[in-house]
């Protein structure tokens, strides 16, 4: 593989330089709507953070660099709030690696952590609307997102939740996430079933 080419003006790079300008366009178009913004609030993988489209994604490697796999034609198999979640969860993912966490501790909690975490980051709003905005089957309260089902979250059928009632759940999350460091091995879904609870 090639070096990969850190752009550092907008804080990232090509995983593979010699990619197509086609795939190249892909990933400007996702890299400046959601991985760019995203960055302000992980300052640590500023300069740091390498993209590579695939078939499949998402993923987030710390080898040969940090970087995050991509799928092709996300950015219309995705809503917005799934996108802007879904890249803050794997840029939390970097920041486990860059602290070791990532081989400690068994998948599903590093998933979930990274998917706790990046609340604290300010994305609880996107994950709570990523439900109702996406989700199209009867509700049966089993719906599943970054690694947390709708029933954890919600205590009624998210659809059925104001726009007040959403900020409010995003801010409790927030708030709750802002208590605990990526070092903390918790149980995520317990308190958060508890902290939303009274919603």
Known sequence: MNKPNILNDVGW?????????????????????????????????????????????????????????????????YDEYRLRFITAHELLHLVQFIHGVDSKWNVKFIERQATFMAFERGFALDFIKAFPTSCQRQCDMKGRFCYYNCSWIFQKCCKEYTEKEQIILAQKLEKLASKYTIYDQVDYIEIVRKALISI
Not at 32 to 61: C, D, H, Q, S, T
């Open 13 to 77: 790079g090509y995983l593979c330089p010699k990619s197509t300008p086609q795939r190249k366009q892909q990933l400007n178009e996702y890299a400046n709507l959601f991985l760019v913004p995203a960055l302000g609030k992980y300052p640590e993988l500023f300069g740091k953070v390498y993209l590579a489209l695939r078939k499949n994604g998402f993923f987030a490697y710390k080898e040969p660099v940090l970087n995050i796999i991509i799928p092709e034609n996300c950015m219309i198999n």
